[in-house]
């Protein structure tokens, strides 16, 4: 909150957030137009262009400047840890670049989820897995060693997709022992009328 005295003497209040532009978090205002005038969309365009993932690109396109210190300074030392990450030769995993929220919505509702879009499953916890082995190893990156303890540890549901589906999305014999056991059924069964043909082939041949 900051005073000023108008022309009569009175003390008047005006928030922070008018002198700023800045109202909880939001862009408004002049700060807007001197946003459009720095061009900062184009910044935003060319960061979203070295994203690896949808879901990243639109958190790029979405960024907005923020007012507050703590935030600025978790930022910035974010930044220079990841920089650091790079310049060590670090490399992170990313999984497949699809959206992957409409799979994960429909499977909460219930629906049912074709082979190959679990096989993106696997790919995403296989990713997720390598980033979490190779962030936590740097303890001198104390906000990316964060971030890597925060990564769900999904290895008991990527076993199981890799178990159930093959790499083309088929579904394989060992996904339950019901299935195993109607496959293998089924199998003897055509192998058994394969028989049946065949002798009735070559007794038809005999005639």
């Given at each position: 909150?900051?005073?000023?005295?108008?022309?009569?003497?009175?003390?008047e209040?005006?928030?922070?957030?008018?002198l700023?532009?800045?109202?909880?978090g939001?862009?408004?205002?002049?700060?807007a137009?001197t946003?459009?005038?720095?061009?900062?969309?184009?910044i935003?365009?060319r960061?979203?262009e070295y994203?690896r993932?949808?879901?990243?690109?639109?958190?790029?396109?979405?960024?907005?400047?923020?007012r507050?210190?703590?935030e600025?300074?978790?930022?910035?030392?974010?930044?220079t840890?990841?920089?650091?990450?790079?310049?060590?030769?670090g490399s992170?995993?990313?999984g497949?670049d699809?959206?992957l929220?409409?799979?994960?919505?429909?499977?909460i509702?219930?629906?049912l989820?074709?082979?190959e879009?679990l096989n993106?499953?696997?790919?995403?916890?296989?990713a997720?897995?390598?980033a979490?082995?190779?962030l936590?190893?740097?303890?001198?990156?104390?906000?990316?060693s964060?971030?890597a303890?925060?990564l769900?540890?999904l290895?008991?549901?990527g076993?199981?997709i890799?178990?159930?589906?093959?790499p083309?999305?088929?579904?394989?014999?060992?996904?339950?022992?019901?299935?195993n056991?109607?496959?293998?059924?089924?199998?003897?069964?055509?192998?058994?009328?394969?028989?049946?043909?065949?002798?009735?082939?070559?007794?038809?041949?005999?005639?």
């Open positions: 909150m900051t005073n000023h005295f108008d022309a009569m003497g009175q003390t209040h005006t928030s922070d957030s008018a700023t532009g800045f109202e909880g939001n862009v408004l205002g002049g700060i137009e946003l459009e005038l720095l061009e900062f969309h184009q935003r365009q960061l979203a994203t993932t949808v879901i990243g690109r639109e958190a790029a396109l979405s960024l907005t400047p923020s507050d210190l703590l600025i300074a978790s930022r910035q030392q974010e930044t840890e990841a920089r650091q990450f790079l310049d060590q030769g992170l995993e990313f497949p699809i959206d929220r409409e799979y994960v919505h429909r499977a509702l219930g629906g989820l074709r082979g879009e993106h499953f696997q790919d995403l916890v296989k997720a897995r390598a979490r082995a190779g936590s190893r740097h303890e001198e990156l104390p906000l990316l964060s971030v303890e925060n769900p540890d290895r008991d549901l076993q199981a890799f178990s159930a589906i093959g083309g999305g088929e579904v394989l014999d060992d996904a339950s022992l019901a299935l056991q109607l496959r293998l059924e089924s199998r003897s069964a055509y192998h058994s009328l394969n028989q049946v043909m065949d002798r009735s082939l070559r007794r038809f041949q005999r005639q």
